[in-house]
């Protein structure tokens, strides 16, 4: 019969080996869980001023005004008010055309906004102004409107 025996030093060889395991699957999920649940943020900076240093807030043309925000990895909006030449200016990247039928487009406060109105609908519909972008069927996408009546723009990225 043969007997085992183990030193202090093997035994903690052997207490650490799953460790080697463990801690790597431990920062793993760390990085996948900040990625879905990072920083995410529900604003309302009137005046614009204090707008965050944002890639989003950063693309809002200057004077910029009542603007409202939520940024999150998965969920990019804000809206502002503007005027048309302004916006026209701003979004000439996604070449503005001249809404011809009804735009829908998501607000700042889709996925839920603290900062404003309670009962402030999640979603505009925007019947004369202009649109650029557009949102692809499965709800991604890239879009800005301007409401030409309200003079307020919106915008929505949806990666």
Do not use: C
């Not at 025996?5 to 799953?18: A, C, R």
């Not at 009804?102 to 406060?109: Q, S």
């Not at 301007?146 to 915008?155: H, K, S, V």
């Amino acid at each position: 019969m043969k007997y085992i025996h183990f030193t202090g030093i093997q035994k903690f060889q052997m207490e650490k080996l799953p460790l080697r395991y463990i801690i790597p699957m431990i920062l793993a999920m760390t990085a996948i869980l900040s990625f879905f649940f990072g920083k995410e943020e529900a604003e309302n900076a009137h005046g614009g001023s204090n707008v965050p240093m944002d890639v989003a807030a950063q693309r809002m043309p200057d004077g910029a005004s009542d603007v409202q925000y939520y940024f999150s990895p998965t969920f990019t909006a804000f809206e502002f008010n503007t005027d048309e030449p302004t916006f026209t200016r701003w979004a000439a990247a996604w070449t503005p055309h001249e809404i011809s039928s009804p735009v829908k487009i998501k607000r700042h406060n889709y996925m839920g906004d603290a900062a404003g109105p309670v009962d402030a609908p999640d979603e505009i519909t925007v019947t004369a102004g202009l649109a650029a972008g557009h949102m692809r069927p499965d709800g991604t996408g890239e879009m800005t409107v301007f409401d030409r009546t309200l003079n307020r723009a919106y915008y929505l990225n949806i990666p």
